[in-house]
């Protein structure tokens, strides 16, 4: 097996994907499977290369002294010689012997390969800057991202070195110009470059506090859980009043264990039948792509029909009700011995298999992100399984319960308006996130995470028992909302979802198709990834507007609650945190990828979530 060519550390030159361009960067890993280096460009990009892609810079001096005469910045710099004469060829008025005539053709030939790569160069130059100004909106200005920018063994300094290239190639710089930027805007010219993918090597940079942060959060996060249902159970929530802890064993009770095992099974059910299509999911860093089975709305269907048959024999779904606390202690349980399970199996799975934000080597943090990407048992995936089904659908049937359990309660032969409010708004939620599945596969949860604790616990306890808090807080705590009220906060709603599910779809089609049609009118900056990113449309109007959309629909959820308690509002509140955290985790990967080009995103958008606040 060859060994590596370049160590870590070293700084060597390293070409631009889909160009002739080569630049100075820095190696930051290798890896030995798939025999890739992971290369920092001075812009921060961060790209993998193959050995072939990489010189070092001692060949690239070496070769540049040998050649520099012939470079097309020296040739023009010469205003005596004419256009027909050889560039490199040499001057003073000397006769040509027959050495120097070979001399002469070999110029010749080398020239007119110069000539193409000139244009090449040039077209690719011309192509980003230009396109990077229009979308900037700033037509007239050069982009400041020539500092390292050197060119198979010459640098160009933007503005005077086209110019004279355009010059020396008989080029008509303005049209040209012009069209060569048509050219690059086209959306199907960055469809052409193919994209590299980062390779999985060593987690560096720690999120969540490290280690420590980490290891804090598996026992924080549960405990957050058990704290929000017992303030939720007491007849004055409110923050002072801290509740009593309950008697361990009364958490637990084995036939509640049955049934959330029964239901996370029926669910896998669901999921293995051979109805819905079968996707492609985003390459994975060896290229392959792995396949998904897209049919959660037909499972929402079959356990929409499951629970009507339930009901229709009478039997008493507000069980659920009765024993919340032991059902998110059960759910725990499972949630922990599953990332145990993952963690072990993780251990046998190839390099190439784990997480890139989870491979840090620490035991405690790979465990809370998840060590392996995509766990399989067979073809299924059990993250993609656990992040749409049984927490999701079983967010909707916990719900569901509390309105029953409300009207039991009560003895209403109604569920009350705040109760219908908090069930449909949520239900829209959940419905659509299993409609547009297929979405699921761009996020980070699926690409970047590894499945762990933080997903399974997230998915399984988090999602169902602290997302359905609302309803909960219904039955124990019933508030009258006006129907004038309720319009308004069902305009909100509406508003949210309306801005979450446009900007999403947005995103999603263009990264699907940037070709199609209907994003004709979007604009975007190119990266040097091949993907581009949008700078009109919801996307250029804050950084992260499904973020926004999200946030608007969750306070929409708490309102019904009244403004008795704040207890109601720890999901808007919590979900506000858990966006800018996750923005800036977002933000950071982005940086990492696109390096200059998200730096000229951020300056076009420049807020995140809330326009003119954040
Ligand atoms: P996003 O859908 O916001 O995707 C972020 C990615 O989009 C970036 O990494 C980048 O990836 C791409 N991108 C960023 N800017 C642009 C741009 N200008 N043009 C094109 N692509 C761009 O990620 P999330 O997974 O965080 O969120 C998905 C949805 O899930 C959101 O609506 C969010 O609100 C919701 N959500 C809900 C949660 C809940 O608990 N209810 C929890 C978390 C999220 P790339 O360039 O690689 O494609």
Redesign the pocket.
């Known amino acids: 097996m060859p060994s590596r060519k370049f160590a870590d550390g070293e700084v060597v030159m390293g070409r631009w994907p889909g160009s002739v361009l080569y630049y100075e960067v820095q190696v930051t890993s290798y890896d030995d499977v798939a025999h890739l280096y992971t290369v920092k460009y001075k812009d921060g990009t961060e790209l993998a290369l193959k050995e072939s892609d990489i010189r070092s810079q001692s060949s690239f001096k070496h070769r540049k002294s040998q050649s520099s005469s012939s470079s097309p910045s020296r040739r023009s710099s010469s205003r005596s010689r004419s256009r027909s004469r050889s560039p490199g060829r040499p001057g003073k008025g000397r006769r040509r012997s027959a050495s120097q005539s070979r001399e002469h053709k070999d110029d010749k030939k080398k020239t007119i390969q110069e000539t193409s790569l000139a244009l090449a160069v040039l077209i690719l130059f011309l192509g980003c800057e230009n396109n990077t100004k229009r979308y900037n909106g700033e037509p007239e200005s050069t982009e400041k991202n020539d500092k390292s920018c050197i060119i198979l063994e010459q640098k160009l300094k933007p503005d005077l070195e086209i110019k004279r290239v355009l010059e020396q190639y008989s080029l008509r710089s303005r049209k040209e110009d012009k069209k060569t930027e048509e050219i690059f805007s086209e959306k199907k010219t960055f469809l052409a470059i193919k994209p590299i993918e980062k390779v999985p090597s060593k987690t560096k940079e720690l999120e969540f506090g490290g280690r420590i942060g980490t290891f804090m959060m598996i026992f924080l996060l549960p405990a957050t859980v058990l704290y929000l249902l017992l303030m939720c159970k007491q007849d004055d929530p409110s923050l002072l009043n801290f509740p009593p802890l309950p008697a361990l064993e009364s958490l637990w009770d084995w036939r509640v264990f049955g049934v959330f095992l029964l239901w996370f099974f029926l669910q896998a059910v669901f999921h293995l039948l051979p109805i819905g299509k079968v996707v492609e999911g985003l390459p994975l860093s060896s290229g392959k792509k792995l396949q998904y089975r897209i049919n959660g709305l037909y499972a929402f269907i079959l356990t929409a029909a499951v629970i009507g048959v339930l009901l229709y024999f009478q039997v008493e779904l507000h069980y659920l009700h009765d024993h919340f606390m032991q059902f998110a202690v059960s759910a725990a349980a499972f949630s922990l011995a599953l990332s145990i399970y993952l963690y072990v199996r993780s251990l046998k799975a190839p390099e190439e298999e784990l997480a890139p934000g989870g491979n840090s080597g620490y035991f405690i943090y790979d465990f809370f992100i998840g060590h392996e990407l995509n766990p399989r048992i067979g073809n299924f995936d059990l993250k993609y399984f656990c992040e749409l089904r049984p927490g999701l659908i079983g967010w909707v049937v916990i719900n569901l319960a509390m309105l029953l359990a409300e009207m039991k309660i009560h003895n209403l032969s109604m569920p009350s308006l705040s109760m219908i409010l908090v069930n449909s708004f949520q239900l829209l939620?959940v419905v659509d996130g299993l409609w547009n599945e297929e979405?699921?596969l761009?996020?980070?949860?699926i690409?970047h995470d590894g499945f762990g604790f933080m997903l399974a616990f997230?998915d399984l306890v988090w999602?169902p028992f602290v997302?359905s808090l609302q309803a909960y807080y219904l039955v124990g705590h019933p508030t009258t909302v006006t129907w004038p009220v309720a319009a308004a906060i069902t305009v909100l709603n509406c508003v949210g979802y309306y801005i979450?599910r446009s900007?999403?779809s947005q995103?999603?089609n263009?990264?699907r198709n940037p070709a199609d049609p209907k994003l004709a009118n979007l604009k975007?900056?190119p990266t040097a990834?091949g993907?581009?990113?949008?700078?009109t449309g919801w996307?250029?109007f804050v950084?992260?507007p499904?973020?926004l959309?999200?946030i608007i629909m969750a306070l929409a959820w708490s309102l019904p609650c009244g403004f008795n308690h704040i207890l109601p509002y720890f999901y808007v509140i919590y979900?506000i945190c858990?966006?800018v955290h996750?923005?800036a985790r977002?933000e950071h990967?982005?940086k990492q990828?696109?390096g200059l080009a998200w730096e000229r995103?951020c300056q076009r958008?420049p807020y995140r979530i809330f326009p003119y606040i954040y």
């Open positions: 939620y979405a699921i761009t996020t980070m949860d690409t997230g999602v997302y979450f900007a999403n995103k999603n263009f990264r975007f900056i990834t993907k581009g990113l949008l700078v996307w250029g950084r992260h499904n973020y959309g999200d979900f858990l966006l996750r923005e977002d990967h982005c990828k696109y995103y958008v």
